[in-house]
């Protein structure tokens, strides 16, 4: 295992974190064992999860496993109660004040975005500030969508002067309320394109049988939203997903910010 059950259940009380009654009964009879996952009840279902959670399994076993607990728990009805343990387990293995690189300064980000919903505003709004000010001593430069990603996660809008500067230049919303950058439309084959989009190409075209990234994207701004569904799916069949949609943001975004990009 890569933890003691037993040291993550003695961590949990020391921190404060309130173990759920029904589980202390059974705390005395709590094993290292991975193959002892059991459903039979509250109290076997949170141990499992806890378990799981800092336990090392084969992918396809925690897989299985994790799909038992978490049908069990939600039968029981203490799937928030389970969330709230694992996450805390991931909070022992992920420490914000430790990122020396873009990978520790990435791989926090992530972990933010799984268990933002389990802390309360201040703590998610002083792990945003933590990260954007690793990035800059890093000399790392966030992507938009990493940006736009933390400033939501902190309850601030995510559509910042810097960012709208950035979206003039490089990012372009589609008929479809999804958004690229320029580079994006680079991957897409000349060929392809001017099959299914002749009339886009046509009015981007530079003379020569290349698609001019820059020039497409500003011209795929202005296409109707039968040409936007094609050019969506053509951008997602070489591997470009939209780092934005409209569809994600609240009504007054959509209507107010979005628009002036």
């Not at 990122?99 to 520790?104: F, K, V």
């Not at 050019?231 to 943001?249: E, T, V």
Request: hydrophobic residues 40%; glycine residues 6%; proline residues 4%.
């Amino acid at each position: 295992m890569g933890k003691s059950v037993q040291f993550i259940l003695d961590t949990m009380q020391e921190s404060g974190f309130v173990i759920p009654a029904y589980v202390r009964a059974k705390q005395a009879s709590v094993t290292d064992d991975s193959n002892d996952i059991r459903i039979d009840g509250q109290g076997s279902v949170w141990l499992s999860a806890v378990k799981l959670a800092c336990g090392e399994y084969l992918p396809a076993v925690k897989a299985a496993y994790q799909k038992r607990v978490t049908d069990a728990a939600t039968r029981y009805g203490i799937l928030d109660h389970i969330k709230e343990a694992s996450a805390f387990i991931e909070r022992m293995d992920i420490d914000p004040q430790q990122i020396r690189t873009e990978h520790d300064w990435k791989r926090t980000k992530g972990w933010l975005e799984k268990n933002a919903e389990f802390m309360d505003e201040g703590l998610r709004e002083g792990i945003v500030d933590h990260l954007f000010q690793k990035a800059s001593e890093l000399g790392y430069t966030p992507l938009l969508s990493e940006k736009c990603v933390l400033l939501q996660i902190a309850g601030r809008d995510p559509f910042t002067e810097d960012v709208r500067q950035m979206a003039e230049e490089g990012i372009h919303k589609l008929a479809s309320g999804k958004y690229y950058t320029t580079d994006q439309f680079e991957s897409l084959p000349f060929e392809e394109v001017e099959a299914l989009l002749p009339e886009l190409v046509k009015q981007a075209s530079l003379g020569i049988p290349m698609l001019h990234a820059t020039l497409f994207a500003k011209v795929a701004e202005n296409a109707d939203e039968n040409s936007a569904i094609v050019l969506d799916a053509l951008l997602q069949k070489y591997g470009q997903m939209p780092i934005m949609d409209a569809q994600d943001f609240p009504l007054e975004i959509n209507d107010e910010m979005l628009a002036k990009l």
